[in-house]
């Protein structure tokens, strides 16, 4: 028996739970299906293959993917677009890995998020730990301290230091209010909490993006690639 697939009208064999030209579930009652749910059975296994997820190949694939994109992450200092990009194309590619693993090579854009996300969790943390220790080398192994001081120093100086300058005048503040705020700023404590401020965010940058890439190569698959059954 044959049928016709309701979005691309190919025809699609009574037994297939998916289109093999476009993917889409193929959805058949039959009044010898039991039914669970209110929907046949064929239909409830073939969405519950399609959104559940293989921990251990996806993992596998996610931390052979993720942990060199993060240590790269973290040398294209300050993570900017690029980075962004990379960790996007890791989640995608995390994605594609695992459904290659995975029979019938199938993947819902959920799921492909959920790996994303795993991805990006990974890549982040590797980011970070990877800044950390590039930066304790570089001022207690390589002495190399003074750079990143007179580095912060300007910064506190030209930028931030007048944005509250103004901010603080115009609340009707005193001097030295501003003056409080560049200590702290100055302080080993005020650098600490910006730097880790800085890295927070570029690090839940980094996981929005890895799995908005994890989506789009579970979108990618479910256009592309033929389903097997």
Not at 47 to 70: C, Q
Not at 141 to 158: E, K, L, P
Request: aromatic share 10%; proline share 4%; with cysteine.
């Amino acid at each position: 028996m044959e049928m016709t697939c309701s979005r691309c009208h190919q025809t699609v064999q009574a037994e297939t739970s998916f289109c093999p030209y476009c993917g889409l579930p193929q959805l058949v009652y039959s009044a010898d299906s039991p039914i669970e749910g209110g929907q046949p059975a064929r239909w409830n296994e073939a969405v519950r293959d399609a959104s559940s997820i293989a921990w251990r190949p996806a993992l596998r694939s996610a931390l052979s993917l993720a942990i060199p994109a993060g240590v790269l992450c973290a040398f294209l200092a300050p993570v900017g677009i690029l980075g962004l990009l990379l960790m996007g194309a890791t989640g995608a590619w995390a994605v594609s890995l695992y459904v290659r693993s995975q029979r019938p090579a199938w993947i819902t854009i959920g799921a492909g998020a959920r790996i994303g996300l795993v991805t990006g969790i990974v890549g982040g943390w590797a980011a970070a730990a990877t800044t950390g220790l590039t930066l304790y080398a570089m001022r207690y192994w390589f002495n190399q301290g003074h750079i990143f001081d007179d580095f912060w120093n300007t910064v506190v100086a030209q930028q931030i230091n007048q944005q509250f300058n103004q901010q603080l005048t115009s609340m009707g503040d005193s001097a030295q209010a501003v003056a409080m705020v560049k200590a702290w700023l100055l302080s080993p404590e005020g650098r600490a909490a910006w730097v880790l401020c800085a890295m927070s965010f570029l690090v839940a940058a980094m996981l929005a993006c890895a799995m908005a890439g994890g989506a789009l190569g579970a979108r990618m698959h479910v256009r592309r690639r033929r389903p097997e059954i």
